[in-house]
């Protein structure tokens, strides 16, 4: 296997330290970003300098993350790989949210890594290779009452990564987006999940999801390091998939919401194909 540098936002905790731990093990050149850099460096303790470059990025300003994509291609001459993991959830009805905190969900989530791709992609091209890996979720496929925003975010990611596979293929850069269920991380904590402030009593539906996702915490079924193998295992391939669906629960809900795509495609054929233009037949007059 060979050794590559790999570039992971979001790094400091969840699904991305235990990548960044798996890495450095294998001997992998790692720049991974945080938003400070001493919390990063806490969690990974002392790596050489050659093989670990940690990055002190916000992630919501365009500009540290070009420099430190520069800094990297500068410490290591090249970047291999690229995790977009950096994100976090956020619960609550479209009307209870507000306008900041759907707008910093999106910053975060969906920006974040458009940016990161922006300014990563000059480098691959040059390259001709690499591999864009993002983490979107299952919420971004099939998802479940009181997410919406945090669904859109993830919808948004799997939509730019399926098309921006097609247009990078001609470079020899490969692009997989990644849905995982409910892995054993701090995502059902206050330091990756916001609950809207603005809590509106009618929607009780909502506050019993909420419950119940919160009451799962430290119980989920995905094993972080099993998906840090996956990831490093998706790097080597010569033809990785555009799409993977981590863990049964999610394999479960994209079958499930597959079904009923099918379901209904078929159920509202009759209406779909009543929008199309229909050749008028010519009528003579004969009077």
């Not at 540290?64 to 520069?70: D, L, N």
């Not at 905190?101 to 974040?112: I, K, L, P, S």
């Not at 922006?118 to 390259?127: D, S, T």
Request: proline share 3%; glycine share 8%; with cysteine.
């Amino acid at each position: 296997m060979e050794n590559k540098v790999w570039y992971i936002t979001g790094a400091s905790k969840g699904l991305g330290l235990s990548l960044v731990k798996k890495l450095l093990q294998a001997g992998h050149k790692v720049a991974a970003t945080s938003r400070t850099i001493s919390a990063l460096k806490a969690v990974i303790g002392d790596v050489a300098a050659d093989l670990f470059l940690p990055l002190d990025v916000d992630l919501c300003n365009d500009g540290s993350i070009s420099t430190s994509i520069q800094k990297t291609v500068e410490t290591f001459g090249k970047i291999d790989v690229v995790v977009n993991n950096a994100g976090y959830g956020i619960g609550g009805s479209v009307e209870e949210l507000s306008e900041n905190e759907v707008v910093d969900c999106f910053n975060v989530n969906v920006f974040a890594a458009v940016n990161v791709i922006k300014h990563v992609l000059p480098v691959m091209r040059a390259q001709q290779s690499g591999h864009i890996i993002n983490i979107a979720s299952i919420a971004g496929f099939a998802p479940t009452t009181g997410w919406s925003l945090y669904a859109g975010t993830k919808f948004a990611l799997i939509g730019i990564s399926e098309v921006l596979a097609e247009d990078v293929k001609e470079f020899g850069i490969k692009v997989t987006v990644a849905a995982p269920g409910a892995f054993r991380t701090e995502f059902l904590t206050g330091q990756s999940l916001v609950l809207a402030k603005n809590q509106i009593a009618d929607y009780k539906a909502i506050r019993e999801s909420q419950e119940r996702m919160l009451t799962m915490d430290g119980k989920q079924a995905g094993d972080p390091d099993k998906a840090a193998d996956i990831f490093i295992q998706l790097a080597e391939m010569d033809e990785p998939p555009v799409r993977l669906f981590m863990g049964t629960d999610a394999y479960k809900r994209a079958s499930q919401k597959i079904e009923a795509l099918a379901t209904d495609l078929e159920k509202w054929k009759e209406l779909s194909f009543a929008t199309d233009y229909k050749q008028q037949p010519n009528v003579l007059n004969l009077q």
